[in-house]
């Protein structure tokens, strides 16, 4: 296994202020919905925006693209900084880096707005490929931005690539993609949902990741 790729959101980085206040303001701004408890918007992280939007507030078909690029004016200018690496992610990245594995990333967040945080994160240069989602509907699930992550990497095994991600929508990416979902308990999601999901393993350090890759290198 020498090829990882990582989820952002929950795995790399804690991107909840940014995310949340992001959310509010779209609901206040265009929608006229007042949110004040941030805490209950952390449900946003991880899964697409426009699947939140439908499943927590039953916002009208025709008024989702208009919220989700609502939501962009916050987070483009503010939120995407409101974020912090987790212990040990910098380290970890730098020592997979150094033992020669290839390193992605695969995120449902805008590919720009990856590329903006690993930047101003100073990161970047430890990525081999940086994959997200398309600003439009056209790649947001999970599972379409694993897929352009194995077109870009020319990924033919689907045993040598794994997903290291935070949340039951990883593991079903991943278990969609057909590639196994390694699970953190330091994000978003629980234990107990990425294993429902089926995540093949669950750790709940960065140091215990790389051991467990390590272990099936």
């Known amino acids: 296994m020498k090829k990882v790729l990582f989820d952002l959101d929950g795995t790399l980085v804690n991107s909840q202020e ?8 779209a609901l206040r701004e265009y929608l006229g919905i007042e949110e004040p408890d941030l805490e209950s918007l952390r449900c946003f992280i991880g899964p697409p925006l426009a699947l939140m939007f439908d499943q927590k507030y039953h916002v009208p078909a025709e008024k ?11 987070y483009d200018e503010i939120g995407v900084h409101q974020c912090e690496l987790y212990p040990g992610v910098e380290a970890m990245l730098q020592s997979l880096h150094r033992k020669g594995y290839v390193i992605g990333l695969a995120s449902s967040k805008p590919e720009s707005s ?18 997200g989602a398309s600003m439009g509907p056209e790649r947001r699930e999970k599972v379409l931005v694993l897929q352009e992550a194995f077109r870009r990497m020319n990924v033919t095994d689907m045993h040598e690539v794994v997903l290291i991600g935070d949340t039951k929508y990883d593991a079903i990416g ?4 057909g590639i196994d979902c390694i699970g953190v308990t330091y994000g978003f999601g629980t234990r107990e949902e990425l294993v429902e999901s089926g995540a093949v393993a669950v750790f709940d350090t960065t140091a215990e990741v790389e051991a467990y890759l390590d272990e099936c290198k």
Do not use: M, N, S
């Open 174 to 177: 991943a278990k969609k993609a």
């Open 114 to 131: 990856c590329i903006e945080i690993l930047k101003h994160k100073k990161i970047d240069g430890l990525f081999d490929y940086i994959v």
């Open 18 to 25: 940014g995310i949340t206040k992001g959310v509010q303001y």
């Open 64 to 74: 989702i693209e208009p919220t989700v690029k609502k939501y962009r004016e916050y």
